[in-house]
């Protein structure tokens, strides 16, 4: 980050620094600055060196820097205004400046904060507290194989601190980045311990392939577990929206995420824990009818079935009142799952180093369990990071980093069965002398199944990343330097099933007796295990030129780069085990066991550039380009070039403008690039044979035979996928940061799009369909960000909103052509379906008489309109509606405050024009939310809010067939997090030789607020039955030493 | 000049240095491209390998026969147990999946249980890819003759069979003997029910002549000469019936009559010492089986029947899933060989005694004895009824369970635990029916009736011989197959064939209602209608509609009529 600074310090400077340094100097400087910029290695002192070198001793002064809240920064430059005199903060905020004229003013600047000047006035001891910019100008953004001021930024990228990254409690980075990124969606579709993962898409969806996000960590693509890197060792998450995408070529289509960890400074070293506790809770649990209201409905359905009702009045009364134990109200929901579950999390972080060597030394521990009662699930991660920067000497430096990272999750044998918790209310999830029910049918109950009775699952996961990097300046050639990273990963996955059958027990009234039942579909224990592994490598080596004359600044590189990737699995199964007591394969019968095993490789090699010319600061355009190449593709059809272009006019620069003395920054950008998607399976170019456990066991023996399926059909025109995309943005900030706006308008448009051709080749040809470079979509939008900072006597705050729409359309599918022109899904969004279009439900007999009906409507059905107008309600009236459960419009606000040592951070995160299918239905053996048996159609109900109740699974029966009436908007705000800490004051806890002590309290997912109630709104489930999104309460201390 | 000479030499300097690197770079990025670009597959076998070699390619056969579609549950078509007799007056299926299609409501946009065209499992269409993928290959691959000859008869038999299905539910349909690829044009129209069925029989006719009369026991469960004749003589049946014979060619059921003699002039089949046991796990081989699949579900991951689980009665912790309507119990006889309304000693209020022996042995009805208990399905409180105390909610609505293909001695049914019956597609009864049906038609009236009294007289059977002549004969012939082959899949398309389905399916089904007096034990017997559908039969209902989506994509297939 510092480096940055000095590459603005740099900048200002450019005749001093001639007049003192050697040119030769200046190249190295120059050199190093684009090396860190690129890498983070943070070797800077040697311009710091330097810096010391000149001038005249006058005075010496020292402070402390700290942020609002009381936090120490490290790596804030201060600079005597007007010289080349400056220095660092060391790791604990602490600096000392030497040679300072006693009438100087300090320049305190730092990333993303304000920069404030302080006359020295004499004085020995300045301290200075650092506020946090509204959209910081010099805030430095990392971006695809380097990083640049946001002054200069010419592509449309948005990002995020660790400051705001470490303030969602949350073991997963994918839940902390909603409402913080404009124009990133996320999706939280479960709650479950290492299994809740948002889903992410950048600017909405632009292909009917795969929409991915390419996540780059530290430089390295694609790595797997990102989602579980530690929150407080990540510096910074920065998205690239734009061309700006095309410097990653073939995979970068649906934007990349890049994820930047913390490195070390010089100074001494800082010990930084940070502890916190937390409870989760769910964010909404389904209500479910009560038994005497499902009994009233289960008494409608005897009755349309010519059967006698079979709950009588009295019994009715009895579920109601629950006089007696027989007839019982079971809430399955609240007897089965725990009020709440705790997670803590433990980070230790050690940081610091000379000028020669820097590290940063960190280990974090999280543990979360699982939400039912009887459940030992939890899931615990472990991880170590370690980088380490060292500089050899003034021309080389190299860095070595290492990260370990173990998950281990514990679930229950039987599973998470949460679809049974639908289970109807008559049955108790325990009878009254304790023992469990056997639930609907086949044991299902879903306590017991999340219990150990039903076994365990244990799934671990190992992952070590080794990095080593060097940067060499090419001293004889002013801006020339090579660097370049080899990196190397393997993960292992150890997934054992260890399977029991459970007892359960059904009551018999008549004979009161318990009816022992075995669940879990198996007489005898057995074991799935399986092992797999993968590895990657990658080598990046790339050639940099840079060169500052005058008003000119060019930087350029041109790099190649390859990777290698294999994986291979191995697993193996027994059955039938005689004792229960070890659960190690060997114990298992010899009779009926399967292993199985594969392998399976990949490749990449890649040439890639950019050049990135400003003019004063002023003009500026940067030219991305790759040539790319994947082994998932046919030779000749392997290699694609991505080109991108972005340029910027700073307006506020030029003359006619900077007599406004209110206007900081007025910056036009405009990008177009071209980038590609290659996320599909290999080798759809062959045809290919998969033998497996797919015969047929004959013989009087039924000995298993093996059995070979053929692939896809093979495509041997496979190619990329091409995205071209289109941005213009407009950046504006007034009164130093007071109030800032930053708005983006894009167009993507996406060919040669590889999805299967199922919608136009007829199932009787039999073929298993590859992908096909098919179609064509458009995508288009625009994201505002505003922001407002102030400071308001002791109080400085800062407010930020944003909102972003995007809206896809299909141009061109390979679709079914005899279809009426309302069903087709060209011009519409992406991802819609066909529904029929209810208008309302039927009443009475005059009503029933009168509209068009699809046959077997009865009164209390919905009815729809005849769009083809025939007086027939058939599939020809479907309509493609373009609604969809992917929001076209999200927004987020923030809220930061601070107060002495007080401070507040809120996030509000919410989405709509999103919409969400539901299939309901409510039979005998199944209840349904409360809100849809009470509000169902009965006879002569002339209000009620629902029709007559399907009963089905299927979309067979009138009201239950897909129609607008069941596609529910689900908009929704979420304060997603709430944080209030307290930095204890400095003179309280240096005493205690503590350098920073913060208190906090935050919280996740606190509050919805909805339309629909049914569940959470970020659901994705038509019939919930996903693991409940979580809300977290989370008390946490951290301790800087 | 040297000012000149600095910067030139500077300049070179630049140069060079930029270009070696560059060299490196471009060296690293070109060296290895062979290695890094050019993977071939680890996991899977190519092309080439596969059609070159025998193991490989009868592990491909294999994996033909389990495509091939039953009438069990699949996975595909839900809450379903005997797909085809819940479609027809033989089951009921629990909460009335397919009540819209018995209503007559099937439309070509929701083919439910009908649609073994598009579905991902049990379809016919997945069979003939593979089969075409095969004969495509086979000419060339090096492999013994006498194997390359037996999986020749194999898959043409199984392609057969699917296109002879496929003909049955919609009638022709696109006839595709050849693998697409990518780059063809995929809009073909329909064939004619004939084209499709004269393909048939001559595919059968050259695997009849490809294939063994019998395998070594290891071998058991592959078509053997006689299951493709058993096929051919269906097939032939079919053709010859008043559906597709409007004009009863004579020739045609001479033609079924020779198919069907052939194979008992075989002289390897014979009618299996126990009605009840044959569809058993320990008999999958037995005399009387011509076609027996095997299903092997602890080792193999397929779509599993769920056999047990899903017939059992709540009771017995099964889903009870379908329950033969009353319809179907008042079409056993008494052991008289009369029907019960014909039988003046038939007492309504003890319906079940003194019934033909295949009544016990197929169906569960109040008081028959069920692994260790007898099955109660009266009310109040009966165990196996809506008010038992096991997953009530699964009880019969019918009055009736289904006993046909259980093995009784599974306890705790689940997915896992069945009893892996086999299912038997063809059986030497149906042999001899056809036979005895072909010979009616041709006019040799004792020869039908030979054929039938040599069911009738089965071992553990021996209901009185039929005696009837002319009409009535037919009709002792049609119930005979119905009840004979009863839940095997034969009544939905023996209705249409015999254009009887108007009058057999056009009534409202009954269910029997029993009440237990707590006090007396006496039981009382109302036979009531089902109150929630009505079947309609009309004629478009012959034919199953082609899949909407088949016909988006291809606008030349014809839909059938009605539709």
């Known amino acids: ?231 407080n060792d990540i510096e910074s998450i920065s998205v690239l929206k734009d061309a700006s995408a095309s410097i990653y070529g073939a995979r970068a289509a649906n934007g990349v995420i890049l994820i930047t960890t913390k490195r070390g400074a010089s100074g001494k070293p800082t010990i930084n824990y940070s502890f916190n506790q937390g409870i989760k809770t769910p964010t909404r649990l389904p209500v479910m009818a009560s038994s005497a209201d499902f009994a009233e409905y289960v008494n409608q359905l005897d009755v349309e079935a010519g059967n006698a009702p079979r709950y009588t009045d009295e019994m009715l009364q009895k579920f109601r009142d629950g006089s007696d134990p027989n007839y019982i109200n079971e809430n399955w929901y609240t007897r089965s799952l725990r009020k709440y579950t705790t997670v803590e999390q433990h980070n230790l972080a050690v940081r610091g180093g000379s000028e020669a060597i820097k590290y940063s030394v960190s280990g974090s521990f999280s543990n979360e369990d699982g939400i039912f009662k009887l459940s030992e699930e939890n899931y615990k991660t472990y991880s170590i990071r370690s980088n380490l920067d060292a500089m050899i000497n003034k021309y080389l430096s190299i860095g070595i980093d290492l990260n370990g990272g173990f998950e281990d999750s514990n679930r229950p044998g039987g599973g998470t069965n949460f679809g049974s918790l639908k289970q109807i209310p008559f049955v108790p999830v325990f009878w009254p002398n304790g023992l469990p029910s056997a639930g609907i049918e086949n044991g299902q109950n879903p306590i017991i199944q999340a219990s150990p009775a039903s076994g365990t699952r244990s799934i671990k996961e190992y992952r070590l990343l080794a990095k080593t990097s060097f940067n060499l300046i090419i001293p004889w050639v002013k801006g020339l330097s090579v660097d370049g990273y080899y990196a190397y ?230 190619t990329w996928e091409v995205a071209t995309t289109w941005n213009f943005g407009v950046d504006v900030s007034f009164w130093n940061g007071l109030l800032a706006m930053e708005a983006d308008v894009f167009k993507q448009k996406r060919s040669n799009i590889l999805a299967a051709r199922d919608l136009a080749v007829p199932a009787y040809t039999g073929l298993n369909l590859p992908n096909e470079n098919i179609g064509s979509t458009e995508n288009k939008g625009f994201e505002l960000q505003l922001s407002h900072s102030n400071t308001v006597s002791d109080i400085t705050y800062r407010v930020a909103a944003n909102v972003a729409f995007a809206r896809s359309k299909i141009l061109d599918i390979d679709e079914a052509q005899n279809v009426p022109e309302w069903q087709k899904a060209e011009g519409h969004v992406i991802g819609t379906s066909r529904y029929y279009k209810a208008i309302g439900i039927i ?99 002339m209000d009620s809010k629902y029709p007559r109740l399907p009963t089905l699974e299927t979309q067979t029966e009138v009201s239950g067939l897909n129609s607008t009436f069941w596609l529910m908007d689900a908009s929704y705000v979420k304060l997603k997090t709430l944080e209030l800490s307290y930095a204890l004051p400095q003179t309280l806890i240096s005493k205690l030789k503590i350098q920073s002590l913060r208190i906090f309290v935050n919280g996740n997912s606190l509050f919805t607020i909805d339309k629909l109630k049914w569940n959470d709104p970020e659901n994705s489930s038509n019939t919930n039955s996903n693991y409940p999104q979580q809300k977290v309460y989370n008390l946490g201390i951290n301790l800087i030493f | 000049m040297n000012k000149q000479y600095n910067l030139l030499k500077r300049a070179a300097k630049r140069v060079l240095s930029l270009s070696i690197l560059l060299t490196l770079l471009l060296t690293i990025n070109t060296s290895c491209v062979k290695d890094v670009l050019d993977k071939s597959p680890t996991d899977r076998f190519s092309d080439a390998a596969v059609w070159l070699d025998g193991n490989l390619i009868e592990a491909f056969v294999n994996n033909t026969y389990r495509e091939v579609p039953t009438s069990r549950y699949n996975g595909n078509f839900t809450s379903t147990a005997l797909i085809w007799g819940e479609l027809t007056d033989e089951l009921y299926g629990r909460g009335g999946n397919h009540n819209y299609i018995n209503e007559g409501n099937v439309t070509a946009a929701q083919l439910g249980a009908l649609d073994y065209w598009t579905q991902s499992n049990w379809n016919y269409y997945r069979v003939v890819t593979k089969c075409n993928l095969f004969f495509k290959n086979i000419e060339n691959a090096p492999v013994e003759e006498s194997l390359k000859n037996r999986m020749i008869g194999e898959m043409k038999t199984m392609r057969a069979f699917s296109y002879f299905n496929l003909a049955a539910i919609y009638g022709g349909v696109p006839l595709i003997t050849q693998p697409f690829v990518l780059t063809d044009d995929f809009k073909v129209p ?37 299951a493709a004749m058993a096929v051919k003589s269906r097939a032939l049946l079919y053709m010859a019936s008043p559906l597709n014979n409007p004009s009863n060619n004579t020739a045609k059921w001479q033609a079924a009559a020779d198919a069907a003699k052939a194979i008992i002039d075989l002289n390897i089949y014979e009618l299996f010492s126990s009605y ?57 006889e008494m052991v008289n060989g009369f029907l019960p309304k014909d039988d003046p000693a038939y007492d309504p209020q003890n319906p079940y005694v003194n019934r033909d022996p295949r009544f016990y042995a197929s169906i569960l009805y109040d008081g028959a004895p069920f692994k260790g208990r007898a099955v109660e399905t009266f009310l109040p409180g009966g165990k196996d009824s809506r008010e038992g105390p096991i997953s009530s909610w699964n009880a019969t609505e019918t009055g009736y369970y289904v006993r046909k293909f259980i093995d009784e001695s599974i306890t705790n049914p689940s997915n896992l635990n069945q009893g892996n019956n086999p299912w038997l597609f063809f059986r030497y009864a149906e042999i001899l029916l056809n036979y ?30 039929v005696t009837e002549t002319g009409a009535a004969l037919l009709t002792r012939l049609q119930h005979e197959r119905q009840i004979e082959l009863c839940f095997e899949g034969h009544r939905y398309f023996d209705v249409r064939r015999w254009k009887i389905a108007p009058q057999v399916l056009n009534k409202i089904p009954k269910r029997m209602d029993i009440v237990k007096d707590l006090g007396t034990g006496i039981k009382t017997y109302t036979v009531a209608t089902m109150a929630n559908f009505t079947f309609v039969f009309t004629d478009k209902n012959y034919l199953a509609p082609i899949p909407k989506s088949e016909i988006e994509k291809n606008s030349l297939l014809e839909q059938n009529p009605g539709y």
């Open chain 1, 489 to 718: 990963n393997i993960g292992i996955t150890k997934d054992k099933n260890w399977q029991l059958p459970w007892e359960v027990y059904d009551y018999d009234k008549g004979t009161d007796t318990y009816i022992k039942k075995l669940g879990g579909g198996i007489l005898y224990p057995q074991l799935t295990q399986s092992y797999s592994d993968g590895s990657n490598s990658l080598i990046n080596l790339r050639v940099k030129y840079e060169l500052k004359t005058g008003n000119h600044n060019l930087s350029s590189f041109i790099a190649a780069e390859q990777s290698n990737g294999i994986s291979s699995n191995f697993n193996a199964f027994r059955k039938n085990y005689i004792s229960s007591t070890i659960d190690e394969l060997f114990a298992g019968s010899l009779v009926d066991q399967f292993t199985g095993g594969n392998r399976s490789e990949s490749g990449r090699q890649n040439l890639f550039g950019r050049i990135s010319y400003g003019y004063m600061e002023k003009y500026l355009v940067d030219i991305n380009a790759r040539y790319d190449g994947s082994s998932n593709f046919p030779k000749g059809k392997r290699w694609g070039f991505f080109p991108g272009i972005s340029v910027a006019w700073r307006m506020s620069q030029e003359d006619f403008l900077s007599s406004l003395s209110f206007l900081d920054n007025l910056k036009l950008r405009a990008s177009v690039g071209r980038i590609g998607n290659d996320a599909i399976s290999a080798f759809q170019n062959l045809t290919l044979y998969t033998l497996g456990n797919t015969g047929m066991s004959f013989g009087q023996n039924r000995i298993a035979t093996q059995g070979l399926v053929q692939g896809v059909t093979p495509n041997p025109n496979i």
């Open chain 2, 190 to 226: 329909r064939n004619t029910y004939d084209e499709c069925m004269n393909f048939v029989i001559s595919e059968l006719d050259e695997a009849i002549a490809l294939l063994p009369a019998t395998y070594p026991s290891s071998n058991y469960g592959r078509i053997t000469k006689g």
């Open chain 1, 1 to 231: 980050m510092k480096k940055i600074n000095l590459l603005k310090l740099n900048n200002s400077n450019e005749a001093s620094h001639m007049k003192t340094f050697g040119k030769r100097k200046l190249i190295t400087i120059l050199c190093m600055v684009i090396f860190f910029s690129t890498f983070g290695l943070s070797a800077n002192l040697y311009g710091n060196d330097s810096s010391g070198e000149a001038e005249v001793q006058q005075s010496v002064i020292s402070g402390t820097v700290t942020d609002e809240s009381g936090n120490p920064l490290p790596g804030v430059t201060i600079l005597v205004k007007g010289t080349t005199i400056g220095t660092l903060t060391d790791q604990s905020g602490k600096f000392t400046l030497s040679n300072v004229p006693q009438d100087a003013t300090l320049v305190f600047s730092f990333v993303g904060m304000t920069t404030q000047e302080i006359q020295a006035g004499g004085r020995n001891v300045i301290n200075a507290i650092l506020r946090e910019e509204a959209i910081g100008l010099e805030e430095v953004v990392v971006i695809g194989y380097g990083t640049q001021r946001r002054v200069t930024l010419t592509g449309s990228v948005a990002s995020v601190t660790s400051r705001e990254i470490a303030k969602t409690p949350t073991t997963n980075v994918t839940n902390a980045l909603a409402g913080v990124l404009p124009g990133v969606i996320t999706k939280n579709t479960s709650g479950q311990p290492g299994n809740d993962d948002s889903m992410i898409l950048i600017r909405g969806i632009n292909t009917t392939g795969s929409t991915s996000p390419l996540v780059v960590v530290d430089g390295i693509q694609g790595v797997s577990g990102w989602e579980r890197i530690n929150p």
């Open chain 1, 843 to 941: 009443r009475t007999q005059p009503e029933f008489d009168a509209v068009v009906k699809r046959t077997g409507t009865r009164i209390g059905d919905l009815y729809y309109e005849d769009v083809d107008n025939n007086s027939v309600i058939d599939d020809k009236d479907m309509v493609r509606i373009d609604k969809t459960n992917i929001p076209e419009v999200t927004f987020g606000t923030n809220l930061s405050m601070n107060y002495k040592g007080f401070s507040l951070w809120a996030n509000f995160a919410g989405a709509t024009r999103y919409w969400q299918y539901y299939h309901v239905n409510a039979r005998t053996a199944i209840n349904q939310l409360e809100d849809v048996i009470l509000n169902r159609y009965t006879t002569g109900s």
């Open chain 2, 436 to 465: 005895a049906e072909a010979n009616y038609f041709l006019g040799d009236e004792v020869t039908c009736r030979q054929y039938i009294n040599m069911i009738r007289n089965r071992t553990g059977v021996n209901m009185p011989p």
């Open chain 2, 276 to 332: 009840k046991d044959q569809f058993l796990l320990a008999n999958s081989y037995n005399s009387e089986a011509i076609w027996s699949r095997p299903f092997n579900i602890s080792v193999s991951n397929e779509m599993n029947p769920q056999n047990e689980l899903r017939l059992y009665p709540n009771g017995y912790s099964g889903y009870g899933q379908v329950h033969p309507y009353q319809t179907l119990v008042d079409e056993y």
